[in-house]
């Protein structure tokens, strides 16, 4: 895994070649900012060289990281996957006043991933032993004197918490509060953000319509798995590789049988575009839904496939 000399699989239409060096296990590079990733995985669910009916898909890459959740070098295994950026107005369209959802949505808004296969997931990383290098060490330790950031001085670990996907950058406080709220608007309250990065909700969009497609099953899709970057950019690409193995090694290891009972559960996708049958989990006027069930028939063969941004 991860493996820079790994077998090339000949196809077109990605950033990069898809590595599967043995057939169980792939490498996909998306390339970065959600264009890359929703155009590279189109490419792949709508080519003739993969059977994905039964493939498992790691979302792995870097990430930002919101300091009062997790910090530098850290692993993050996130449940929901929100858009702020869609709503950084002072307030959204339809809306009256700030805190309130919006009138009308794009349906890539929220996704919230299957939380039976993200604990398992959560539970496999947590065996890793996560490297750490001094210059991380001095990063961290200007948040040592503030209580209003105690994670961020604290050593990487693998945490439960949920990601922000933009092409915009930000940084300071009041952004940072920013994106905070709107996540939580966003979910009816149930998402704490502590990542930011480029691609996942693109990803997850362009997974769900495979599903939809019935060339993918979305229950397997269901570790969002996001890294820190600079200072402690080196550290952090380490850990990714440390923390995926683990598992990746649970999901194709026959000793795990659980696992994959997890990923047979009901998932459930937060967007809130009617074009999709079912009802979402997080809707205007909801706080507790009922989700929409994206079930495949479960087919033989298939590769296992690691998705990095």
């Known amino acids: 895994m991860f493996d820079p000399e790994a077998a090339n699989i000949p196809f077109q239409g990605f950033a990069a070649l898809p590595r599967c060096p043995d057939g169980s296990v792939c490498l996909l590079t998306t390339g970065q900012a959600e264009i890359n990733a929703a155009s590279t995985l189109s490419s792949l669910l709508h080519s003739r060289v993969f059977d994905l009916t039964s493939t498992y898909f790691l979302v792995a890459g870097i990430a930002g990281v919101n300091p009062k959740i997790a ?28 805190g309130q959802l919006a009138g ?6 929220v996704f919230e991933v299957n939380d039976a296969f993200r604990q398992k997931a959560f539970a496999l990383a947590k065996t890793a032993a996560l490297n750490d290098t001094v210059e991380a060490q001095q990063a961290r330790a200007l948040y040592s004197n503030s209580s209003s950031f105690p994670a961020g001085a604290a050593h990487p670990r693998v945490v439960l918490c949920d990601t922000a996907t933009s092409d915009t950058f930000w940084n300071g406080d009041l952004l940072g509060q920013m994106v905070e709220n709107t996540t939580r608007v966003l979910t009816n309250g149930f998402a704490e953000y502590c990542t930011t990065q480029q691609e996942d909700n693109a990803t997850l969009n362009a997974l769900l319509r495979g599903a939809l497609s019935y060339r993918v099953d979305f229950a ?3 570790a969002a798995h996001l890294l820190n970057p600079t200072p402690g950019f080196a550290p952090s690409l380490r850990n990714l590789r440390f923390a995926g193995v683990k598992v990746v090694q649970g999901i194709v290891s026959d000793g795990t049988p659980r696992l994959r009972r997890a990923s047979r559960r009901r998932t459930t996708s937060g967007t809130y575009s009617d074009r ?3 009802s979402p989990t997080f809707a205007p006027g909801t706080t507790e839904g009922t989700g929409l069930a994206i079930q495949n028939p479960d087919r033989a063969g298939g590769y296992d496939l690691t998705i990095t941004q």
């Open 71 to 98: 910090t530098i070098g850290a692993v993050t295994f996130a449940k929901y996957a929100v858009q702020p950026c869609a709503f950084d107005r002072v307030f959204p369209l339809g809306a009256t006043a700030p």
């Open 276 to 278: 999709w049958a079912g």
């Open 220 to 222: 397997r899709d269901a």
């Open 104 to 109: 009308s949505w794009d349906g890539t808004e």
